[in-house]
């Protein structure tokens, strides 16, 4: 099973970086990580995602380790509306479309 | 700006009975799903749907049906709702194309008494 772990929990001070790790040691060769947050009382939203080349967009950057089995999503001036629960997230194997959630980390921007 | 819309923010059902949730968006997508939301689990993959009549199963469907009549509306039934159930369930669409990026609605509290 593909799956994900990250850290249960993170603080970060406004206007620094904020580095939030993932590890996905089971990931196959083609497959893709993606990245999702969901603010309190939201749904969750797309941030990025990434195969095996770093990744940047307007919202963050994705950084993925040469074998692939973890990488990092950094916000690179955090904001307190940053403050989110942020989903490493990689897609069940032989099902298609499914993603598997997991339980995220929870950030929180202090100011 | 992509729209998901769900019927209700708040629901209390009493256990037995029969409840619908719905969801509609606003700009063509192919894709659409339906999760519920648990502490400490995640979110978890109920049914999605390709297209108009079509379902997939996902993680979770027992308890649960679907229906996709018109493309921009995607139903999750409950058939006999249980106290098991009382979740958050939430909506989300995507491109036939781009079904990675999806786009959720904000979510129906379900609580089943």
């Known amino acids: 099973d593909a799956k994900t772990t990250q850290p249960t929990s993170m603080d970060c001070a406004e206007g620094r970086a904020a580095n939030l790790p993932c590890n996905h040691s089971?990931?196959?060769?083609?497959?893709?990580v993606y990245w999702y947050r969901q603010i309190h009382s939201q749904g969750p939203q797309y941030i990025i995602h990434g195969l095996k080349n770093n990744e940047t967009n307007e919202m963050a950057s994705l950084i993925i380790t040469e074998d692939r089995k973890s990488s990092t999503l950094i916000l690179p001036h955090a904001t307190l509306r940053d403050t989110a629960v942020y989903y490493c997230i990689v897609r069940v194997p032989n099902t298609g479309n499914q993603f598997y959630f997991g339980t995220g980390t929870s950030l929180t921007v202090i100011p | 700006d992509v729209k998901v819309t769900q019927s209700s923010r708040y629901l209390v059902k009493r256990t037995g009975e029969k409840v619908f949730l719905e969801c509609v968006q606003d700009?063509?997508?192919?894709?659409m799903f339906w999760y519920r939301q648990d502490p400490g689990l995640g979110l978890r993959l109920i049914y999605f749907s390709y297209d108009v009549k079509m379902k997939e199963k996902g993680d979770i469907p027992e308890g649960y049906s679907v229906s996709r009549e018109k493309k921009e509306r995607f139903s999750l039934i409950l058939e006999s709702a249980s106290t098991n159930q009382t979740s958050m369930y939430l909506c989300?669409?995507?491109?036939?194309?781009?079904?990675?990026?999806?786009?959720f609605g904000p979510g129906t509290r379900l609580t089943v008494t």
């Open positions: 989300a669409s995507s491109t036939g194309t781009g079904w990675y990026e999806q786009y």
């Open positions: 700009m063509d997508h192919e894709n």
């Open positions: 089971t990931i196959s060769g083609n497959e893709y």
